[in-house]
């Protein structure tokens, strides 16, 4: 018989405010996420979802200081008690601009910065490098600088340098913000391929739901630091479609 998947983030009643801000980013969240999901996180600028991608891979608390409450269990870790080492071996996070998490001389010893910190062996350093490159379809890229390559390509990078440190989930903040609508879909293609390979979890960031809403099961809403709908795609596209 199939077991369940299982849960892999689960906040309760959490909520955290920025040191001099006036009002929580977020607040009272509650959510479940599981296994393999591929989850559209979602809702008007301002509205706390960058804040919660933060509190996923232990950016917030441990580098943006601030009032915390409620809690945080990622791979049945609790945030507020794991370095941000630590829970970046579960949760991989790709940035909306490629380019501010590629600085190495080449795409190959980008992708390998992440594991060398693991102190892992250099046959396994190796291993995943090749592996992330193969998968991401980088690996005709490898001797080039990140700076030569196309926007598509970086994001490409990043996501192989993310999967080199073998993570759970992988988040993406907005991560077609700076390419073209056919460029965005591969991208977007290539995670979800991934998702289904390797059975990672996925959380998506974006504003451009059309690129997202084929690979997407399920939408999260977020309004004011809050989630105001968590449910079905296209359900719950037509009760919030006056928030996106």
Known sequence: MAHAPREIILAKNLGFQYVGAQRSAIQGIDLSIRENEFILLTGPSGCGKTSLCRCLNGL???FYQGEWTGELLVDGLSVTTQLTSELSRRVGYVFQNPENQLFALTVEKDIAFGPE???LSREEIRR???EAMKVTGTLPLKDLAP???????QQRVALAGVLAMKPSVIVLDEP????????AEEVMS????????LG????????????VAR???RIVVMDAGKIVADGDLEETLDEKFDLL
Do not use: K, M
């Open 176 to 183: 077609t913000s700076f390419l073209d609508p056919h460029t």
């Open 128 to 130: 995943r490098v090749d």
């Open 147 to 153: 700076y030569e390559l196309s926007g598509g390509q």
């Open 190 to 197: 290539a995670t979800d391929d991934l998702r289904r390979e």
């Open 117 to 119: 910190n693991l102190g």
């Open 200 to 211: 990672l979890t996925i959380v998506v960031v974006e504003h451009r739901l059309d690129l």
């Open 215 to 217: 690979y997407a099961e």
């Open 60 to 62: 917030i608390p441990n």
